[in-house]
């Protein structure tokens, strides 16, 4: 098994029906490669997880690196040979609206692991200070 996590932002001129759709085929993507994953998202910043075979994972962060519907990416951690943290989720996403309907997403292990990478979850669903317009 190997593990990579990556942060990005999904550019501003993305309509919610286009990230849909990219949400959507990511996922049908995943299962058909056997590759898991959690997908936190606040707002568009983006912390991703994938896991499964490296040449798998290597040719979809290669496709991530290339689409031009994500900027500033950057890989946060690389693991290999480590047991699945998301064995049961293809493309799991998680909004800050996820985690008040689904407690539980708290305390799973990869999705701490994965928050952790960005200053844990709290700070990484914290509201974004507004942006300076001088």
């Known amino acids: 098994m190997f593990r990579v996590a990556y942060r990005s932002v999904l550019r501003a001129d993305l309509g919610v029906a286009e990230i849909d759709s ?3 085929s990511s996922e049908a993507h995943n299962r058909d490669v056997e590759v898991t994953s959690a997908f ?22 290669e496709c991530i690196w290339d689409d031009r519907r994500n900027e500033e990416f950057s890989i946060l951690d690389i693991a290999h040979g480590e047991a699945a943290l998301f064995p049961d989720w293809p493309l799991k996403v998680i909004t800050a609206e996820t985690l008040k309907a689904n407690a539980s997403l708290r305390n799973h292990e990869g999705v701490t692991w994965l928050a952790n990478l960005e200053g844990g979850l709290d700070a990484y669903f914290a509201p974004s200070p507004p942006e300076d317009s001088a």
């Open 22 to 24: 990219l949400l959507s």
């Open 40 to 61: 936190l998202m606040n707002e568009r910043r983006v912390l991703h997880a994938l896991e499964g075979p490296p040449k798998t994972i290597r040719s979809i962060l």
